[in-house]
């Protein structure tokens, strides 16, 4: 008996003694949430930290938090009765089942204990047959619960990227949102991790709020009534505070994280932006330039990450000594009160072994306990994280509302070893501000009256533009670079916003735009030419193959369907097709399209004369109008008016006569 009674003093001393565990409990959960909130949004290019009212945003759990995370559960869970609701019910079973599971297991491993000890064959076969019994619902439990979590993880993210993604490509907001508006510069970020990041950290709050809530219930019940309400109450109070204490300690990791989020960013898009223009930096040999801008960023997030690891240091020590040694004083104090209460008779006619096998038990549970109330503790630091994944999510909800409701905003932006503004400030003119102009829908027309031309900057190009064209009276349009060329062509396709004055023209599908440098989309060849048309689009116009070659014909490239094992190939067609071969492929898809009116934006610059003759004049055939950017003087002959942008704010739109095309020739 003696051997018996040392051996569980021995045990029982341990487990008081891993009460203070709970400051390990804390500290493993701390250092878990330090490294995710660390990965939060690593590998994006934050913006200057504004807000739309241009204060600073703050990953901080408030009103303004609880109202943004309301609308956006709103988008994750539409409706009471959904399947998003079934698996928050199935999660919710699945944790109370395991709470229960665990306390039984708390029982059994006891009863197990005692038996080994008590040299009890019968009894420890019995709790060990039920141990082996209850194995597979456990494992059940277990992985059901899991199952939720995945589930719901997966559901919450497909709706919230469905809702994103429906206002994100709508009309032309995805353009808009880096060329007009500059609020948020890095959109796949937040349309891919940020969002995946947000999900992932909504349901494990959800499970990491519900599991200790559920466990520190039951094991009130059953601790008040194997060892009265006093340790408990003792163990919670304390750890309530000390959690409280480290918060507040703990508060400015949320504003250093977020700069350390901001400095890797600038980081990883100076990184991107020397493998986005490699060629052009290597043409420079500017290798060497780079190089300082690349050190430069680094060394700002090295300089910061240094100041955060002592931060951290110190933090590491408070923690020790609140969470680690005090709670070892406290978990003794509240384990042996009752058994050091002379008061408590009901312990005087128990044995020896009883009262170690009964503080035994206790203990257990109330580790468990202490457990529980540590990652109730650290959800602050959980809500704090989802804060700041809330506060991109409804940034980028924001902007994107604010875009399909033609408001627009340009916030400074910092440059290399710049600084940026505070405050963003709304694009602005003399007149009026954007969006203000009227668009009128009409076929075989464009007329400008009184359109001011600006930039979404503000800058004035041109205070008063007007001028009217019809259906089969092509335009050049001229002028020195900078002057407004590509920027009238962006207020006609709706891309930049109207300042004033009114534009006639017709349907933006009725109107086609090609570039300099033609896209050339991920896809097969055919995708080439009917671009942006799908496959199934080309069957309903009931145009064939064979048309299509016809229309590569026409610009001497139906070798290209040969060449490239037919319609079905896919390649990297950027790289694949020379640049005159794009070009000629851009006015094929033109040919395919057949629009009202077309804008060639030098897209012929390496075409043949001959080739590009055939085109200007197959285009007046099909009754296709152009606006033409070009400095070629052989173009001339195909044109019947030009607009010439001086670049001061002037301009002048003329018919071309003989003598006009003659001094051009």
Request: glycine content about 6%.
């Amino acid at each position: 008996m003696a051997a018996v009674s040392k051996y569980l003093t021995a045990r029982s001393s341990s487990i008081t003694g891993a009460l203070a565990l709970v400051a390990l409990c804390l500290l493993k959960h701390r250092r878990r949430a330090s490294k995710a909130s660390n990965g939060f949004n690593r590998n994006s290019k934050l913006h200057s930290e504004s807000c739309q009212d241009g204060r600073k945003d703050k990953a901080i759990v408030d009103q303004l938090f609880i109202s943004r995370i309301y609308k956006i559960l709103k988008i994750l869970m539409p409706q009471l009765l959904c399947k998003e609701s079934g698996y928050l019910v199935l999660i919710a079973a699945m944790l109370l089942a395991r709470t229960c599971c665990d306390v039984w297991m708390i029982h059994n491993g006891t009863m197990i204990e005692s038996a080994i000890i008590g040299r009890s064959t019968k009894a420890f076969r019995a709790c060990l047959f039920n141990f082996i019994a209850a194995m597979p619902l456990i494992s059940l439990v277990n992985n059901f619960l899991k199952l939720g979590l995945h589930k719901l993880k997966l559901c919450f993210r497909v709706r919230l990227t469905d809702h994103l993604y429906t206002h994100y490509l709508r009309g032309f907001t995805y353009y808009r949102m880096g060329n007009v508006d500059n609020r948020v510069v890095n959109p796949d970020q937040l349309l891919t991790q940020d969002v995946e990041r947000f999900c992932n950290s909504v349901v494990d709050l959800y499970s990491n709020i519900s599991k200790p809530l559920l466990d520190i219930v039951i094991y009130l019940l059953k601790l008040t009534t194997a060892v009265g309400a006093e340790g408990p109450v003792t163990l919670l109070s304390y750890l309530v505070f000390s959690g409280l204490l480290l918060t507040w300690l703990r508060r400015p990791v949320g504003k250093m994280t977020a700069a350390e989020q901001k400095h890797e960013g600038e980081f990883r898009y100076a990184n991107s932006w020397l493998i986005t223009n490699s060629e052009e930096i290597a043409f420079y040999n500017g290798g060497q330039r780079e190089k300082i801008n690349i050190h430069q960023t680094f060394h700002k997030l090295v300089e910061h990450l240094k100041r955060f690891i002592w931060f951290r240091f110190s933090m590491g020590v408070v923690d020790s000594i609140v969470a680690k040694y005090i709670a070892f004083v406290v978990g003794y104090l509240a384990v042996s009160r009752p058994f050091l209460d002379p008061t408590n008779t009901r312990l005087d006619h128990s044995t020896h072994a009883q009262r170690l096998e009964e503080y035994y038990q206790s203990g257990r549970m109330l580790i468990s306990m202490a457990q529980a109330l540590g990652r109730i503790v650290l959800a602050g630091r959980e809500m704090s994280r989802l804060s700041g994944f809330t506060s991109r999510i409804s940034e980028i909800q924001d902007v994107l509302n604010d875009l399909n409701s033609s408001r627009y905003e340009r916030s400074a932006v910092a440059s290399a070893g710049g600084k940026a503004s505070e405050r963003p400030q709304e694009v602005e003119n003399s007149a009026r501000p954007p969006g203000t102009g009227e668009i009128i829908i009409a076929d075989n027309i464009i007329r400008f009256e009184h359109v001011p031309l600006l930039t979404p900057n503000g800058d004035v190009l041109i205070r008063d533009l007007s001028f009217e064209v019809l259906s089969g009276a092509n335009v050049l349009v001229c002028g020195p670079n900078g002057c407004g060329k590509s920027s009238l062509f962006r207020v006609l396709g709706e891309l930049w916003p109207l300042f004033g004055g009114r534009i006639t023209k017709p349907h933006r599908g009725k109107l086609f735009y090609i570039p300099q440098r033609p896209y050339m989309t991920l896809g097969t060849l055919r995708d080439q030419v009917i671009y942006p048309d799908t496959h199934m689009e080309q069957i309903r116009k009931e145009i064939s193959d064979q048309v299509l070659k016809d229309y590569l014909d026409r610009v001497q490239l139906s070798h290209i369907v040969e060449r490239e094992s037919g319609w079905e190939s896919e390649q990297d067609w950027m790289d694949v097709l020379s640049g005159g071969e794009k070009q000629r492929m851009a006015m094929a898809r033109l040919f395919y399209h057949k629009p009202q009116f077309a804008i060639l934006d030098e897209c012929t610059s390496a075409v043949s004369v001959d080739v590009e003759d055939y085109i200007y004049s197959h285009c007046r055939k099909v009754g296709i109008t152009l606006f033409t950017v070009s400095h070629r003087k052989s173009l001339w002959k195909h044109h019947e008016f030009y607009l010439h942008m001086d670049g001061r704010g002037g301009y002048e739109f003329k018919r071309i006569t003989e003598d006009t095309v003659q001094f051009g020739s």
